[in-house]
C-alpha cells in the first residue's frame, strides 16, 4: 500500500496510525461493548467542552453538514426566527439550510475578512424582537477567521435568545467551556480538530432545549430529539452506526486527553501555524486576514500577481512530493489555503515550506519573488483564450456587480427581470457568461425581489458557489439601496463592474468596457430612445458634465448610457461612500445613478466613456422592449461561450 500523503487540510485530515488502526474490527450494532464505546464518547464529548451538567451529546451519522440541518429543523420551530451572523461560505450555508427547511431567517453579515462585531448583533436583537435563535460560524473555515464567541453569547444571552454555534473547525482546540459561555447548541464533527476519521458529526444540547424539541424537526433521519432519545432509551443509535468511525474518533478523543486536552494541541497547532506563516511570508506569500482574527487552524494565502504562478501547478507539484494542499473558497479574491491542524507537527510543515519553495523554483524564478497583489484569476483561467479582439488587462481583473433586486413593476412584477429569456438563455446566464469570457469571475448579484427564483436559476447554472447572493431587503425602495447594500464589495480595494441586470446585449460590450483607457468608464451609445426614461451621458467637448434622466447642465451633445460602467478601486470606495450616505441620509428613494452622478460631477476628469453604439442592446423596462429584444437584438448578438 503506497504511504499515504500529508493533508494540510481542513478535514479529513491526518489521523494518526493508532486512530486508523482502531478501526480494524467489527462490531455490531447491539453488542454490549459497541454500547458501552457509544456512552464513552458522548461522555468524553461533553468533557472537551465542560458540558457534562448542562448538555447532552448527540452524535448523528454524516459529515458536518448534517449536524448543523439536523440542529437548526430541530430547535428552531416554524414560528421562531434565526438571525444568522456571516462572513464566510459556513455562515451562509446556515442561511440557506433554514430557508430550505422553511424556516426564518435574517442574515447580518460582514465582509470575509472582518469579524462579527458584538455590538451590531446586540443593536440587531434589540430592533428585532421577533428573533428567537442566533447562529454562528465560531471559526470561519472559509478564511480561518475568529469570530468573538464569548462576547457574541453574552449579547446572546442578556437578549434572552437561544444560540447556536457551528464549532466545526475549532472544537477541541480552540478554548471553548460551556460552563463559561452561554450556548445552546455546539456542533461539530469526528474529523478536524479532534483528529478522527469522517463520518460523524455531533451536538452538543442544552438539556432543557432538547427537551423542549420533541415533534419540531421536519426530517426523521435528522430529528436530534428522536436521536437522543434513542441513545437515553437503549444507548444504541437509531439507525445504522458507524462503528468504526465511532471506535476511530473514541481513541482520537483519548489520544487528545492523552496530549494534555485542547489547550495542548492548540499549543501544537500555533507551532504548526507560526511555521507555516513564517515559512510561506519567507517566500513572499501574504496571509489574507489580519493578525487579530486569525485562528490557528487553517490559513488563507492571497494567489501571488507573478502570471507565472499557478495554484494548480502549485498543488500538483506538492502533491507529488506528498503533501495536500486546499484551494481557495473566498468570494473576495483569489487565494489557495493551507490547513494546521490534524496529527501534524512543525517538522511537517518546515517540509511542506521547503517542498513549497522547490516547487516555486520549478515555475520560474519571478514567481518565488515577493508577491504583494491580490489576483483575481487562476492560472487555469489565465490561459483560456479571451475574446475575440481583446488584450490581457494589465491592472487586476475588477470584480462584478450585478443590481438585480427590483420588481420589474412595468413588466408587472413577474419574475425577477434578470430571469427572463431571450434565445432560450436568461439574462442572468447571458450576464454570466459574458464575465466568465472575460475573466471577471468575482461576481456579486444584489438581489430583493423573489431571491428564491434567482438562487435556483444560479443552481440550474451550477453557479451558486460562484456568484455572491446579496440581499436588499428595502427593494422597493430606490436602487441607490441596491448599491449601498454592496458596500463592503464595492470598498474591498479592488476596481468594479457595475451592471443593471436588465439588459440584453452584445458581451463584445464587457471587452471594450474593461479596456477602454479611461481610469473609470461609463458605456456610451450615440442613438437614444426619445423622451425622459432613459439616462444621458452629456458631453462637453470630450468631458462629460452631467448624468440623468432629465440633465440639468448645458452639453454640446448627450447619448444613453447602457447601464454597464468600471470604477477604479478608489471610486468604488466613494460610490460605496456615497451610496450608504444617500440611504442613511433619508434618501433611499434615489436611483443609483445620482451617487453616479455625484461622483462625475465632483470628478469630471477621471471620468470618461466608450462609445458602443456599434454594438447591438437593449435594456428590458416595457413589454415592448422585450418584443424589441426578440425580434431585433437578439438576432444581431454574438454568442459568447465559456472560454
Ligand atoms: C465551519 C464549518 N462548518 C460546516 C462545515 C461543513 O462540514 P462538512 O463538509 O463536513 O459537511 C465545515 C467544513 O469544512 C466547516 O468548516
Known amino acids: 500500500m ?88 459556513y455562515g451562509e450555508r446556515m442561511i440557506e439550510i433554514a430557508k430550505r427547511l422553511g424556516r426564518r431567517v435574517e442574515a447580518l453579515r460582514w465582509p470575509e475578512n472582518q469579524a462579527a462585531d458584538p455590538g451590531r448583533v446586540e443593536r440587531a436583537l434589540a430592533d428585532n424582537p421577533a428573533i428567537t435563535h442566533v447562529a454562528l460560524v465560531h471559526c470561519e473555515t472559509t478564511s ?26 475549532s472544537f477541541g482546540a480552540l478554548p471553548l467551556d460551556l460552563r463559561a459561555t452561554p450556548i445552546t447548541a455546539l456542533l461539530a464533527s469526528s474529523n478536524k480538530c479532534l483528529e478522527g476519521v469522517p463520518g460523524i458529526a455531533f451536538a452538543l444540547i442544552e438539556k432543557n432545549a432538547i427537551e423542549l424539541a420533541k415533534g419540531v424537526a421536519p426530517s426523521l433521519s435528522l430529528d436530534l430529539y428522536d436521536q437522543w432519545r434513542g441513545f437515553e432509551s437503549n444507548g444504541q443509535w437509531r439507525f445504522t452506526p458507524p462503528v468504526q468511525v465511532v471506535a476511530a474518533l473514541l481513541e482520537a478523543l483519548r489520544d487528545l486527553e492523552a496530549e494534555g486536552g485542547p489547550a495542548a494541541r492548540l499549543q501544537r497547532y500555533r507551532k504548526n501555524f507560526r511555521t507555516l506563516t513564517e515559512g510561506m511570508r519567507r517566500l513572499g506569500f501574504r496571509v489574507f486576514l489580519d493578525e487579530g482574527i486569525q485562528a490557528p487552524i487553517i490559513v488563507t494565502f492571497v494567489t501571488p500577481e507573478d502570471p507565472r504562478f499557478c495554484f494548480d501547478d502549485l498543488y500538483a507539484g506538492l502533491a507529488a512530493r506528498g503533501f495536500i494542499i486546499y484551494p481557495g473558497k473566498l468570494t473576495q479574491a483569489q487565494s489557495f489555503r493551507i ?44 490561459r483560456s483564450p479571451r475574446v475575440s479582439g481583446s488584450t490581457a488587462a494589465a491592472s487586476p481583473s475588477p470584480s462584478a456587480i450585478i443590481l438585480a433586486a427590483g420588481v420589474g413593476r412595468r413588466l408587472g412584477h413577474a419574475v425577477p427581470k434578470v430571469l427572463l429569456e431571450f434565445g432560450g438563455k436568461s439574462l442572468l446566464e447571458r450576464h454570466l457568461t459574458a464575465l466568465h469570457a472575460n475573466n471577471v469571475r468575482n461576481v456579486a448579484v444584489t438581489v430583493g425581489h423573489r431571491p428564491d427564483l434567482i438562487r435556483a436559476e444560479l443552481r440550474r447554472l451550477g453557479a451558486l458557489d460562484r456568484v455572491a447572493l446579496i440581499e436588499n431587503p428595502r427593494y422597493r425602495e430606490g436602487s441607490v439601496v441596491s448599491l449601498a447594500v454592496q458596500r463592503a464589495r464595492l470598498a474591498a480595494g479592488q476596481p468594479v463592474l457595475l451592471m443593471d441586470g436588465d439588459v440584453l446585449y452584445d458581451g463584445r460590450m464587457l471587452a ?69 450616505a444617500y440611504v442613511e441620509g433619508g434618501r433611499a428613494g434615489a436611483e443609483y445613478e445620482a451617487a453616479i452622478r455625484d461622483l462625475i460631477l465632483a470628478h469630471p476628469d477621471r471620468f470618461g466613456y466608450e462609445d458602443i453604439s456599434d454594438l447591438p442592446w437593449t435594456e428590458i423596462d416595457f413589454q415592448a422592449d422585450v418584443v424589441r429584444a426578440r425580434q431585433e437584438i437578439l438576432p444581431r448578438l454574438q454568442e459568447m461561450v465559456y472560454a
Open 2 to 89: 503506497p504511504e499515504s500523503p500529508l493533508l494540510f487540510t481542513p478535514g479529513p485530515l491526518t489521523t494518526q496510525l493508532e486512530t486508523r488502526r482502531a478501526m480494524l474490527n467489527d462490531w455490531g450494532s447491539r453488542e454490549p461493548a459497541f454500547i458501552a464505546m457509544t456512552a464513552e464518547l458522548r461522555r468524553r464529548l461533553l468533557e472537551v467542552a465542560g458540558g457534562r451538567s448542562s448538555h447532552v451529546a448527540i452524535p448523528l451519522q454524516g459529515s458536518g453538514t448534517f449536524i448543523v440541518e439536523a440542529a437548526i429543523g430541530t430547535l428552531v420551530r416554524p414560528s421562531d426566527a434565526l438571525l444568522v451572523l456571516a462572513n464566510g461560505a
Open 144 to 169: 480561518g477567521l475568529i469570530n468573538p464567541l464569548a462576547e457574541v453569547a453574552a449579547v446572546v444571552a442578556q437578549q434572552r435568545r437561544a444560540f447556536i454555534v457551528d464549532a466545526m473547525s
Open 339 to 382: 490547513g494546521c491542524i490534524g496529527a501534524l507537527h512543525a517538522e511537517d510543515f518546515d517540509r511542506l515550506v521547503a517542498a513549497v519553495a522547490d516547487v516555486m523554483a520549478d515555475l520560474g524564478p519571478a514567481a518565488a519573488a515577493r508577491v504583494d497583489t491580490v489576483r483575481h484569476v487562476s492560472c487555469r483561467e489565465d
Open 512 to 580: 471594450r468596457l474593461l479596456q477602454a483607457a479611461p481610469e473609470n468608464v461609463l458605456l456610451f451609445d450615440q442613438a437614444i430612445e426619445p423622451g425622459d426614461e432613459p439616462v444621458k451621458i452629456c458631453l462637453h467637448g470630450e468631458v462629460i458634465v452631467d448624468f440623468d434622466k432629465v440633465p440639468e447642465r448645458a452639453h454640446d451633445r448627450h447619448g444613453e448610457s447602457v447601464g454597464f460602467f468600471r470604477f477604479s478601486a478608489g471610486m468604488a470606495t466613494a460610490l460605496a461612500e456615497r451610496a450608504t
